[in-house]
């Protein structure tokens, strides 16, 4: 099962979040061939974190729970919250397998939160743009809820434009990066 986990930064967050980034990556290292992408995200100065992005393939709710709750920077109280959904993965591919590689261009976190008929379930044409792409689920993966997007675009409206616009209820956009070691 394919889960969306964003871990958002609670404010003054940073001196810990750096405290922590090795236990971070130790415990994201436990994770590796779970992990379909991962990476921050960043405010408009593009240096400081905001959260950070996990998409996982893992056995069940529980164990994605497991995983979003027991991680350190959220155990320290970095995170002020934390939005966990069933996620499926439409490229079938993780974030190591992007055409464009991690280098060039800007990337995107594009969260499309919604209710009523489901939208944007087929891949938009532009796929060698889309780094990770697929809908946001209920639990019990029956109820669409989003949909959830990493990409390289020229500007945060080309990257908000990947979503039909009047189908949300608040399409957000989020400076995103590759995360892990390099």
């Known amino acids: 099962m394919e889960f969306f986990c964003y871990h ?42 905001t959260g950070s992005v996990h998409m996982v393939d893992l056995p069940d709710p529980a164990a ?15 995170y002020r919250d934390v939005l966990l959904r069933r996620w499926r993965n439409l490229l079938g591919r ?17 969260l499309g939160l919604g209710s009523g008929p489901a939208a944007d379930l087929a891949v938009p044409p532009d796929e060698d743009e ?4 697929g809908p946001l689920l209920s639990d019990d993966d029956t109820t669409w809820l989003g949909t959830a997007a990493l990409l390289r675009a020229p500007d945060p409206d080309t990257a908000r434009a990947v979503l039909t616009a009047d189908r949300y209820a608040d399409i957000e956009v989020h400076d995103w990066d590759f995360g892990g070691r390099r």
């Open 130 to 133: 889309l780094i990770a792409y």
């Open 64 to 78: 994605a729970r497991a995983f979003a709750f027991d991680e350190p920077n959220h155990q320290a109280g970095a």
């Open 8 to 49: 958002r930064d609670r404010p003054g967050s940073l001196k810990l979040r750096n405290e922590l980034l090795e236990d971070h990556w130790s415990y994201m290292d436990a994770y590796e061939t779970q992990l379909i992408a991962r990476g921050p995200t960043f405010a408009d100065d593009g240096e400081t974190p």
């Open 94 to 110: 993780t974030i190591w397998g992007f055409p464009g590689g991690r280098a060039g261009g800007n990337h995107y976190l594009v």
